[in-house]
């Protein structure tokens, strides 16, 4: 193999450079009216920059001093490349991988590509295709070779639309030809004449290098698409698909003057797949062995789809299967995240205190209590009225006790079921002179509730004074903080950072490994170990419940985990899902095209337009309208059922407490009351006169 490297920028050293290179030698028949044609394209192709050869030994007497000069008037740098024709370029050697780098690096315009072998050519495009060595949308001038148009080379054609065929005539005329675009585009292959092209005759460089992507002549263009809000959505009311790439598409359909048909790729097969042997030379390289999930990078690179939309985003790993857009908008990547309420209802009337002030509270009433009555208990002492039985269970009986026997008397049983008490003989007794009276008074006291009547002594008079004072205050301070709670919503806990989600063990998930692989290749721990944790999951039908339920945090852009929310709510299952606050990163959406695509240039052209015209910011509003950031606030001040809870629950408390203590008074009236020997049965009114009399026996 033999290769040369030429990049020249002056005029004189280009010329002799170029005389040195192949000297000017008589030409006949072929090669002479080759160059004459190559010459005059040359010259049609008007070049600024700079131009590339790749020529064979046969052809390569041709590109002599006369033909550089045929570039125009000021001669511009070009590069020139001598290869074997028996040498296989599906894997060139290193020489020609750098020449190919520079003329790509130097964005020539126009590239001549004389082989006389067409497998050679052949296998060399295939080599382009794949490594995007060169700029598939520049002029390419070529030998026409049927070898060049197999079926398994339609894909190149729909890339190459710039290619120039020249045919050799036995008539000495070359006939000039090109692919027919867009009629590729629907999978058929055929060549366009442009013209027959004979020695003294003139081309016209439009004709040869017409722009064909700017009108596709309304050609049907297959749109692969994957549902995803808010990019794409099926709108049953209309039958349709809308979202905001549905509209790019459309949008782009009209500038580009095609018809977009739009399906569903079938997912019924398994969609974990692997490009790596789609191209022989990527097996030969080794370079593609990345796993895709993405349905829609499959269909697109299986040249199934010539677009491909559904929320994808920039992952490096598509670029070897597919040609992506410039980014229409940049999503904010999020977990979808279980949400905890700290929402205690039934203990709202509990909540206004700490458990420490309940203490305090529960302490005084049973100290102010036995105040109340000691302060009776002397004031009977002092003023020798009253009762002046304190705590009688806690004093030593001094009475002697009674002769059982005397008991079961008939004479007995009459004196004292005849007993009737003397008018003025029993002793006085004021409202705390009980100590159960204390208690009762004091609670009730607590709860606003008025005295039957004030005490006679001044001492517990002035005591009562002071503690309305104390039971105001108290009131009050309970009153406020009620209100307060009322007032605010419940505290809810939530997941807002990447070390929340990390230290909740709950595991997370994400719809593609290209997700999970972006956590791997994270430079943060903290990524890198939700990576190793995080789920690959395909299937959608309970998604929701398992957010909810702790067992998946759900990572996906924020207006998909929006409508997750949303349809959760509209479904009537009411569970709690909250999405973190934190961005885990802004990823750029993009449109992906079939590799190498011809209308990348004008499809990035009119992204940025509508960008800048705010159209897609327009569509994009409009498609997340009805899915609303955060859930609507709640009327907090409102006390709604919720939170009357803890009130049915103080009520049955007081029936659960009240019904342990009729069972306790009736354990106690079996066992005590009936077992006693002055109980009658068919006279119960004898034990409790009884006890009036002797209250100690």
């Not at 549902?227 to 009209?254: A, C, F, R």
């Not at 049983?413 to 009980?434: E, L, Q, T």
């Not at 002071?466 to 605010?488: E, G, K, M, P």
């Amino acid at each position: 193999m033999r290769c040369f490297l030429i990049v020249l920028a002056g005029t004189c050293v280009s010329l002799s450079l170029a005389s040195r290179l192949s000297p000017s030698l008589p030409l006949e028949g072929y090669e002479m009216h080759l160059k004459q044609l190559l010459q005059k394209i040359l010259w049609a192709a008007n070049v600024k920059r700079c131009f590339g050869v790749i020529t064979d030994d046969l052809h390569y007497p041709i590109y002599d001093r006369n033909f550089f000069q045929s570039v125009g008037r000021q001669v511009v740098p070009f590069f020139v490349m001598r290869l074997n024709a028996s040498e296989d370029l599906l894997k060139p050697p290193r020489q020609v991988e750098l020449v190919l780098k520079a003329i790509k690096s130097s964005d020539c315009e126009v590239y001549f590509m004389t082989l006389l072998n067409g497998w050679q050519v052949q296998r060399f495009l295939r080599y382009i295709y794949s490594t995007r060595s060169l700029n598939m949308q520049k002029k390419l001038i070529l030998l026409h070779d049927s070898r060049l148009f197999e079926r398994d080379m339609i894909h190149l054609w729909s890339v190459f639309v710039g290619t120039i065929f020249l045919k050799y005539q036995m008539d000495n005329r070359i006939t000039i030809s090109t692919i027919a675009f867009p009629g590729i585009l629907s999978g058929v292959l055929v060549t366009k004449n442009l013209a027959n092209w004979e020695s003294g005759k003139s081309i016209n460089g439009k004709v040869l290098f017409e722009d064909k992507t700017k009108d596709l002549q309304g050609s049907p263009i297959p749109v692969a698409i994957s549902e995803h809000v808010p990019m794409v959505q099926w709108i049953n009311t209309t039958s349709s698909y809308h979202g905001v790439e549905i509209e790019i598409i459309d949008s782009l359909g009209k500038a580009l003057n095609f018809q977009p048909i739009y399906y569903k790729p079938n997912k019924s097969e398994e969609t974990n797949w692997d490009l790596e042997d789609i191209y022989e030379n990527d097996a030969q390289t080794g370079e593609n062995e990345t796993q895709i999930d993405s349905k829609l990078i499959e269909e697109v690179a299986q040249h199934n789809a010539r677009f491909a939309i559904g929320d994808l985003h920039f992952f490096q790993a598509y670029l070897s299967f597919v040609e992506l857009s410039l980014p229409h908008n940049f999503e904010c990547l999020t977990f979808l995240t279980p949400e905890s309420s700290t929402d205690n209802s039934w203990q709202t009337f509990i909540l206004p205190f700490s458990g420490a002030m309940w203490t305090g509270v529960l302490l005084s009433l049973f100290i102010v209590g036995t105040v109340f009555y000691a302060i009776s208990y002397l004031n009977a002492i002092l003023t020798r009225t009253g009762s002046t039985g304190f705590f009688r269970w806690f004093r030593r009986n001094r009475e002697i006790p009674m002769d059982p026997t005397i008991f079961k008397r008939v004479s007995f049983r009459i004196a004292i079921s005849r007993y009737r008490p003397v008018k003025g003989s029993h002793s006085f007794r004021d409202i705390f002179d009980d100590y159960s009276n204390c208690i009762l008074l004091t609670y009730s006291m607590l709860l606003y509730v008025a005295l039957p009547r004030m005490p006679r002594n001044w001492p517990l008079r002035v005591l009562t004074g002071w503690y309305w004072i104390y039971c105001i205050l108290l009131v009050a301070t309970y009153r406020a903080s009620f209100t307060a709670i009322l007032a605010n919503p419940a505290a809810r806990v939530t997941i807002d950072s990447l070390e929340d989600l990390l230290h909740s063990h709950i595991p997370p998930s994400a719809g593609a490994s290209e997700n999970k692989q972006f956590f791997l290749d994270a430079i943060d721990e903290v990524a890198q170990k939700i990576g190793q944790k995080m789920e690959v999951i395909t299937q959608n039908d309970d998604l929701t419940s398992r957010i909810a339920n702790g067992h998946s945090a759900y990572y996906d852009n924020e207006f998909y985990l929006r409508y997750l929310r949303v349809a959760d709510e509209s479904g009537g299952v009411g569970s709690a899902l909250h999405i973190m606050r934190d961005c885990v990163v802004f990823m750029p959406v993009v449109l992906a095209m079939e590799k190498n695509s011809a209308l990348k240039q004008r499809v990035d052209s009119s992204i940025q337009h509508l960008a800048e015209g705010g159209l897609i910011a327009k569509w994009l509003k409009d498609a997340i309208q009805r899915l609303p950031a955060e859930a609507p606030a709640q009327q907090e001040a409102l006390m709604n059922l919720q939170k009357f809870w803890s009130s049915f629950v103080a009520l049955g408390l007081g029936y659960v407490v009240s019904i342990l203590a009729l069972l306790a008074e009736r354990w106690h009236f079996q066992h005590f009351i009936m077992k006693h020997p002055m109980y009658d049965v068919y006279n119960p009114g004898l034990y409790y006169k009884f006890k009036r009399l002797y209250p100690e026996q």
